[in-house]
C-alpha cells in the first residue's frame, strides 16, 4: 500500500502541500477513472489528512481534476501560463537558479509562476536525480549543473512565442 507523503498541488493562486493525494492518485489511476470518479475517490481521502477551508472546496477539487488530467496526458499546461519550478535543498546554487530565472524574466519581459520545491519526495517524483533542476512548464531543462541567464531567457522565449 503506499504511504501518505505531501504532494504539491496549486489552489488558485496558492501552492498546497497535500498529504495522502499521491494514494489517492494512484488508486484513481488504477481503476482507470473518469476525471469526475476520480475526484470523488481523492477528495474525501484528502479532506480527511488535510484541512480544507470553508469554501475552498470546490477550487481545491477543481485542482485534482486538473492534476489528474495532467497524469492522464488529457490536459497540459496550459501556453499562457508559465510555471517554472526549481528544485533543490535550498543550497547557494539551489537559490543561484531562482535569481537566475528571475533575471531572466525580467529581461525577457515575460510572466511566469516560480515555485521553489525543496521537498525530497517531490523532487524524486518528478525524476530528478542531480540537483540543483529547473523545470519549466513540466519539461525538466537542466539538472545537476547551473544554466545562464542566457540560456533560461532562451527557454522561456521559446514558450512564450
Known amino acids: 500500500m503506499d504511504s501518505a507523503t505531501q504532494r504539491i498541488l496549486k489552489i488558485g493562486q496558492a501552492t498546497i502541500g497535500l498529504i495522502g493525494l499521491d ?6 489511476l488504477a481503476k482507470e477513472l473518469n476525471t469526475d470518479e476520480a475526484v470523488d475517490l481523492i477528495f474525501p481521502l484528502v479532506s480527511r489528512q488535510n484541512y480544507i477551508p470553508a469554501g475552498m472546496e470546490s ?33 547557494v546554487s539551489c537559490n ?5 530565472v528571475i533575471d531572466a524574466l525580467m529581461r525577457a519581459g515575460i510572466k511566469a509562476d516560480i515555485e521553489q520545491i525543496y521537498d525530497l519526495d517531490e523532487i524524486g ?4 536525480t542531480a540537483t540543483p ?15 545562464t541567464v542566457a540560456q533560461i531567457e532562451a527557454w522561456l522565449r521559446e514558450i512564450h512565442s
Request: proline share 2%; glycine share 12%.
Open 133 to 147: 533542476a529547473l523545470m519549466i512548464n513540466g519539461e525538466l531543462k537542466i539538472a545537476g549543473i547551473q544554466p
Open 59 to 91: 477550487q481545491y477539487k477543481e485542482a485534482i481534476a486538473k492534476e489528474y488530467r495532467r497524469m492522464t496526458g488529457e490536459e497540459t499546461e496550459d501556453s499562457e501560463d508559465i510555471t517554472i519550478r526549481v528544485f533543490g535543498s535550498g543550497c
Open 96 to 100: 543561484a537558479i531562482r535569481e537566475r
Open 23 to 28: 494514494v489517492g492518485l494512484n488508486q484513481a
Open 125 to 128: 517524483r518528478q525524476g530528478i
